[in-house]
């Protein structure tokens, strides 16, 4: 009897080594990337989400996300300071230096509409292009994304520009608000958060959001050179998946918890404020559940570019675009929201030597 159970006692000790070296392996070391943003931008927030909840971790990626000081989105990337960009297709693509090409590639979107919305002095419930006519507006620089959806807009409505609408282009964002405090121009085109802190100053009042007045465009999106893509492709998955993730968390949570998860990476605007903005894109449509750039919408925002006079680089959908990743991503990444995750079970927890 006692060398039968000294056998037993063997044999579950044997069990139990070879349990103990198939389950401890060294953890996984993770990939790293370097997302190089131009500025902080609530257009990000499926990017933010994804950095805040650990989305990217889950992936074995480590990514550090931060603003570059580079003015020139092309030179970001000479320069080695990072590896992907967070950045528009206005400036990365279409306005470069004429014939150079696609030397960055998108390929993932993170937003669908441009963000800026038009204010005026009065409060417009009713608002009608025609109010806009032998006015003036306070806008960007001529070749500025925001600028060129302002301009679409515009001829969308049969305003010819310079002439039934004069546009301010020269003055620097950070004068915007003041400048139009002191009684320049009619209306002003503001992204946010500076559209909803102007109004809350009592300055001005939103008539309209240009990303609805005109068709859907890739307004934010990752970008890379093609080579990176392909040498670094399963980093380039893993990311897209992360933020992927992180779409389908947004769509699922409420403003109020989108703005408590971001709330780091807006330290100077408080709680409600944040909730308010985050609350109003929703609403309008701004992030889709997915970050595949679509071929109509990308052709609707070179055209946009073309007909604002700022084409400088036409670049086909095939060649501007790789949609590789996040279309994978769309097939393969899901959300379950923590109060409709089951409970693992015993098994489970042995395979995964989980036992929270």
Not at 52 to 68: D, N, P, R, T
Not at 180 to 202: D, L
Not at 319 to 347: C, H, L, M, N
Request: net charge neutral; proline share 5%.
């Amino acid at each position: 009897m006692l060398i039968l159970l000294a056998v037993m006692a063997a044999g579950l000790g044997t069990h139990g080594v070879k349990t103990y070296f198939l389950y401890s392996k060294e953890p996984e070391k993770p990939d790293t990337m370097r997302v190089v943003e131009t500025e902080r931008s609530l257009l990000a927030l499926p990017h933010y989400i994804a950095l805040a909840q650990g989305f990217y971790q889950e992936q074995k990626l480590q990514v550090e996300s931060f603003v570059s000081k580079e003015a020139v989105q092309e030179e970001v990337m000479l320069t080695g300071e990072g590896d992907v960009l967070l950045g528009n297709l206005s400036q990365a693509l279409f306005t470069r230096p004429l014939g150079t090409g696609a030397d960055l590639v998108a390929f993932a979107g993170l937003a669908r509409k441009e963000g800026s919305f038009l204010l005026g002095r009065e409060d417009t419930q009713a608002f009608s292009w025609e109010q806009v006519k032998k006015r003036s507006i306070i806008g960007d620089a001529p070749d500025t994304q925001s600028n060129i959806v302002l301009e679409e807009a515009l001829k969308q409505n049969k305003l010819a520009l310079q002439h039934q609408v004069i546009i301010i282009q020269n003055l620097p964002p950070n004068l915007k608000e003041g400048a139009f405090q002191a009684g320049v121009g009619h209306f002003v085109q503001m992204s946010e958060p500076m559209a909803t802190m102007t109004e809350q100053s009592g300055v001005g009042k939103t008539a309209v959001f240009l990303g609805s007045a005109v068709g859907p465009v890739p307004s934010l999106a990752f970008l890379a050179p093609e080579s990176y893509l392909k040498e670094y492709s399963r980093e380039c998955q893993k990311l897209v998946n992360g933020l992927c993730k992180g779409m389908l968390w947004l769509d699922y949570h409420s403003p109020a918890e989108a703005a408590r998860v971001i709330a780091p990476y807006f330290p100077d605007l408080d709680r409600q404020t944040l909730t308010k903005i985050i609350e109003r894109y929703k609403k309008l449509g701004l992030w889709d559940k997915n970050s595949v750039i679509g071929e109509e919408d990308y052709e609707n925002l070179q055209s946009y570019v073309k007909r604002a006079g700022e084409l400088t680089n036409p670049v086909e959908y095939k060649d501007g675009v790789y949609a590789k990743f996040a279309r994978k991503a769309v097939r393969s990444v899901e959300y379950i929201p923590p109060e409709k995750q089951k409970e693992k079970t015993w098994w489970e927890k042995v395979k995964t030597l989980d036992f929270k």
